[in-house]
């Protein structure tokens, strides 16, 4: 009776421990799987994030360029207004071609228009002055034709004229442009001849530098200014009696010469820098000019503070990035470039570290609080 009583115990003692055994064991599996399933919470939470940096990358990068050009088209279908009136003087002067007639009207006669009477209408439209009528510049006298000679004489307004002390282009500058023009070799060497539209053509005239981010356009546009006298015997002997400069020879000294011409504007050597003003209008005297290579091939390159100078600000103030500017040319400079795209990269990596770390410590703190609880 006793044993079977000992025997009874026993297995009693038994079935107790392993029914408790079992318990423990389903309350371990239970914590296990809850970490199992915070840590897999987790990695989602945070690839989650990783991924949606990542797009967003690209996103900002290309939104502040789109909006800028909405903007931009916004404001040139605002700004186009197109005059009749200038329809009367395009007849003839918008036509590589003109015909007069005889004062009885019995006899005709056409002629070639002569180029710097030419007016490229579709130039003139797209530029900055495409919603002026001819006559706000001209006298209206040219309304009778044909035209009385002594309006030949009538003097060509400058940029100063119409700018000058006006609130609204004040941030252009245009009078401190006027004193830099003055000081420059143009107007010492040719006087009354030489006035702002022997470069910048008031009927075609667009403002480059501040709109143009395309930097092979912006060095064609430009150095093309200087060209239309310096690389014609035509255009430059009407200011200079010497014999046109051979362009090539003068430039001898430069290495590499072709790829500079391509990929710089004439002003980046002969113009001093001013840091308040986006370009540079007074020109140097041909031994002022810059020579040496590591004004522009340097961390602190000129370029920066001339060529490059607008695409810096924009890029600085949108992006934070300031040398990177020189890459959106498809240039590279030797000792001036930084790559743009790595940086982005390896700031955008660090912060994704940086973001990493803490979430992961902050969810490891929620665990141990929730361990800690159970």
């Not at 371990?28 to 991924?51: D, L, P, R």
């Not at 994704?352 to 361990?371: D, E, P, T, W």
Request: glycine share 4%; charged share 25%; proline share 3%.
């Amino acid at each position: 009776m006793c044993l079977k009583e000992n025997r009874r115990f026993k297995i009693f003692e038994i079935f107790k421990i392993t029914k408790k055994d079992a318990f423990s064991f389903k309350h371990e599996k239970k914590k296990i799987m809850s970490k199992k399933n915070s840590k897999s919470k987790f990695h989602i939470v945070f690839y989650a994030i990783v991924i949606t940096l990542v797009l967003l990358i690209p996103f900002s990068m290309s939104h502040s360029t789109e909006s800028s050009e909405n903007k931009k088209k916004k404001e040139e279908k605002e700004e186009v207004v197109h005059h009749g009136e200038n329809s009367n003087c395009f007849k003839c002067h918008g036509k590589h071609k003109y015909t007069m007639l005889s004062s009885d009207s019995s006899q005709s006669i056409t002629r070639l228009m002569p180029s710097e009477y030419f007016i490229d209408t579709v130039a003139y439209y797209k530029g900055t002055h495409k919603s002026f009528k001819c006559s706000d510049c001209h006298s209206e006298e040219y309304a009778t034709t044909p035209h009385n000679g002594d309006l030949r004489f009538e003097p060509i307004p400058s940029c100063i004229d119409c700018h000058g002390g006006d609130p609204e282009y004040e941030k252009y500058r245009f009078e401190q442009i006027e004193e830099q023009v003055q000081k420059s070799v143009h107007i010492k060497g040719c006087s009354d001849q030489f006035s702002c539209w022997r470069c910048h053509d008031a009927h075609s005239y667009k403002s480059t530098a501040r709109e143009n981010l395309n930097i092979k356009e912006l060095i064609a546009y430009d150095n093309g200014m200087c060209l239309k006298c310096h690389a014609s015997s035509v255009d430059y002997m009407l200011f200079s009696e010497n014999e046109t400069p051979n362009l090539i020879k003068k430039h001898d000294w430069l290495p590499n010469q072709a790829n500079h011409f391509k990929n710089v504007r004439c002003i980046e050597c002969h113009t001093p820098i001013v840091d308040s003003m986006l370009v540079g209008h007074n020109i140097m005297p041909k031994e002022k000019a810059v020579k040496g290579c590591v004004e522009c091939h340097s961390s602190d390159s000129r370029l920066m503070h001339t060529l490059y100078k607008f695409q810096a600000k924009e890029r600085r103030n949108e992006q934070g990035f300031f040398n990177g500017a020189i890459l959106s040319g498809d240039s590279y400079v030797i000792g001036a470039n930084r790559n743009y795209f790595l940086n982005v990269a390896s700031i955008a990596i660090f912060a994704l570290v940086v973001i990493g770390i803490l979430i992961h410590g902050i969810l490891r703190i929620i665990l141990k609080k929730k361990n800690n609880v159970n």
